[in-house]
């Protein structure tokens, strides 16, 4: 049996509808994140230089390469991994 509904009720509006809404809004916070960042002036110039008075050593741009010893080394390339 389904309930009648009273007659002075409005038109309602199912939970799931605000979950789209809440959804959809958020989206749009996220995309908009760059230009909300750039009014705001909390753009990053980039990486620090220093910490806590302390100078940050830039990545190598070639690290050397490490040994392997023979226990590490693949003995035929061809063969199925173990």
Do not use: K, N
Request: glycine share 4%.
């Amino acid at each position: 049996m389904t309930p009648t509904p009273r007659p002075d009720a409005g038109p309602t509006i199912s939970h799931s509808w605000y979950a789209v809404v809440l959804a959809l809004l958020l989206f749009a916070a996220l995309a908009a994140t760059p230009s909300i960042l750039t009014l705001l002036h909390l753009r990053s110039e980039g990486a620090p230089t220093t910490s806590h008075g302390v100078r940050l050593l830039p990545a190598p741009a070639a690290p050397p390469r490490v040994p392997l010893s023979a226990v590490a080394q693949p003995i035929d390339p061809g063969q199925p991994p173990a």
